[in-house]
């Protein structure tokens, strides 16, 4: 379900720096779906108040997009010490994220920190604990100096906590506006065209003041047709007619 993307971590030993690859999860689609949402029925007579849609219209694509962490929990109270290191000690009570992985020689470890932007313990895929550590973030530095594990027979137990979220897909196309009744006023209908962006944001650079003949009996804009009925200083009866929208 997830891919994942390199990170560089140095690894400093034996007065030595070699490079190595660190490895974080980050979240996969599994499927775009096509929507569209609109407030009005064609050839249905309706009625909105003053600063209420008349229109509004959203076109637009959802992804379903699945994130994850990995959590371990000790099997046992451990602590990790030695020389430089502040000791880093995990909780049987406790749950922690694994921050990544990483490859040293050949094997892979999971990078698990007791505290948020300090040492991290290197757990091997068994759960079982290496007596080095490394520091946490984007780039990790392992310490050269060997550590005590305290119960050496302690294991991480790994699990995952999966969730799956619908977004708007910011890759797909996107059409999202709304045209509101501002009443009457200087012997004109006025209305308010505005557009949203896919967040639902307003785009105010596409706000736009729309005035009509007091008296006109259809009012056109963009590929709408809309026949009103009645209106006043405080709201308009209509029916759209016409929206272009292909079905």
């Known amino acids: 379900m997830y891919r994942y993307f390199g990170l560089l971590v140095v ?3 034996s ?4 490079q190595h ?12 779906q096509h929507k569209f949402e609109k407030n009005y029925t064609i050839d249905q007579k309706t009625k ?4 209420e849609a008349v229109v509004r219209v959203h076109d637009y694509y959802t992804e379903r997009v ?5 959590y371990v929990t000790p099997t046992e109270n ?16 406790k749950s922690y994220p694994v921050k990544g992985q990483i490859s040293v020689d050949g094997v892979s470890y999971r990078l698990v920190c007791p505290v948020e932007g300090g040492h991290c313990a290197m757990v091997r895929p068994d759960g079982s604990i290496h007596n080095r550590v490394s520091t946490g973030g984007q780039r990790a530095i392992v310490v050269i100096y060997d550590m005590t594990v305290s119960p050496t027979s302690a294991r ?4 995952e906590e999966l969730k799956v979220e619908e977004r708007v897909s910011a890759t797909q196309g996107n059409i999202n506006y709304e045209i509101l009744y501002s009443g009457v006023s200087n012997n004109a209908l006025q209305f308010t065209y505005r557009e949203y962006s896919p ?6 650079a596409f706000y736009q003041n729309l005035n009509y003949p007091a008296n006109a009996e259809f009012i056109r804009f963009k590929k709408f047709k809309i026949r009103v009925h009645s209106a006043n200083s405080e709201s308009i009866e209509y029916t759209v007619v016409e929206d272009g929208i292909e079905r």
């Open 11 to 13: 690894l400093a030993a």
């Open 15 to 18: 007065g030595c720096v070699q």
């Open 21 to 32: 690859q660190v490895v974080r999860q980050t979240p996969s689609s599994e499927g775009v």
């Open 48 to 51: 909105v108040s003053v600063g």
């Open 66 to 70: 699945g994130t994850g962490a990995w």
């Open 78 to 93: 451990v602590t990790i010490s030695g020389p430089v290191v502040e000791p880093l000690t995990f909780s049987t009570a």
């Open 156 to 159: 991480m137990i790994e699990r």
């Open 199 to 204: 967040e639902g944001m307003a785009r105010t």
